[in-house]
């Protein structure tokens, strides 16, 4: 049986209720078309459409919007070259592009977390799960630098951020997926949760950052790990390429990663 984009909107969106301004939504393409190929992605990057392209694949479903903006909104770049040729790209090509945000972030457990999680190695760690956080126990003895070292090792990166003590052994911490690295989520889980260390993706440099360097310098032992955004991201959409395979077998579905965004110079 043919497959169109449709029917795998229908299977991501079950049992699924989507916020009413919700970002998901399919962005370019058509929802009757059928599907050739599926790629996953965190970012439908030039490469991503290219590789898709290569495979064969006229659906991308990805984490994040293809025209650097939260919302889509394609109008501010009409007369960008960038946006112009990226755009010419996906539609010669014939590939649709279905953004899946909020829908995984709605999973229960949350699919991206989860899938961080499950890339770390860390299920067996895992307290509970809160909506915005998993909280996590480590084995006596951890270290901020250790699990910094096995953040890197494991998720392929070459860096990481660390505010606080490297040295400080961990016993609690809360592991943020995205942009939930903001102070007003994290402090209160912080005191809330009895937390030593916050591993986040990304967040605004004056909150956490500054919270925890006032709270080291106040005696207290509290750290940060700052991963990324793609970095804390891309392994759940790599859990969800694994679950739509399984599901349709008839349809080659692929997981295209990103090489990180930032170099250290």
Not at 141 to 162: D, M, N, P
Not at 165 to 190: D, H, K, M, Q, S
Request: proline share 4%.
């Amino acid at each position: 049986m043919d497959l169109t984009v449709q029917d795998i909107v229908l299977h991501l969106t079950a049992n699924i209720e989507l916020p009413e301004k919700t970002v998901d939504q399919l962005i370019t393409g058509s929802l009757d078309r059928k599907v050739t190929g599926i790629i996953i992605a965190f970012m439908p990057t030039h490469y991503v459409i290219e590789q898709a392209i290569q495979h064969g694949a006229n659906l991308i479903i990805a984490h994040e919007s293809p025209f650097y903006n939260h919302h889509s909104h394609t109008d501010w770049l009409a007369n960008d070259s960038v946006y112009v040729d990226k755009r010419k790209l996906i539609d010669e090509a014939g590939i649709c592009i279905y953004r899946c945000h909020d829908i995984i972030h709605r999973f229960q457990p949350d699919g991206i977390t989860e899938g961080l999680i499950q890339a770390l190695g860390w299920s067996s760690y895992v307290e509970q799960r809160l909506p915005e956080a998993d909280i996590l126990s480590f084995p006596e003895g951890s270290t901020v630098e250790a699990i910094a070292h096995h953040v890197k090792s494991c998720l392929g990166i070459e860096y990481v951020r660390v505010a606080g003590n490297a040295e400080l052994v961990c016993r609690r911490a809360a592991v943020l997926v995205g942009f939930r690295g903001n102070g007003p989520v994290t402090i209160p889980l912080i005191q809330n949760e009895q937390l030593d260390l916050i591993i986040a993706g990304e967040g605004f440099e004056w909150e956490t950052p500054e919270y925890i360097r006032d709270a080291v310098q106040q005696g207290k032992s509290k750290a940060l790990i700052m991963m990324g955004h793609a970095e804390s991201e891309a392994s759940g959409m790599k859990l969800l390429a694994d679950r739509l395979g399984e599901r349709f077998p008839e349809l080659s579905v692929r997981f295209v990663g990103e090489k990180p965004l930032y170099t250290v110079i």
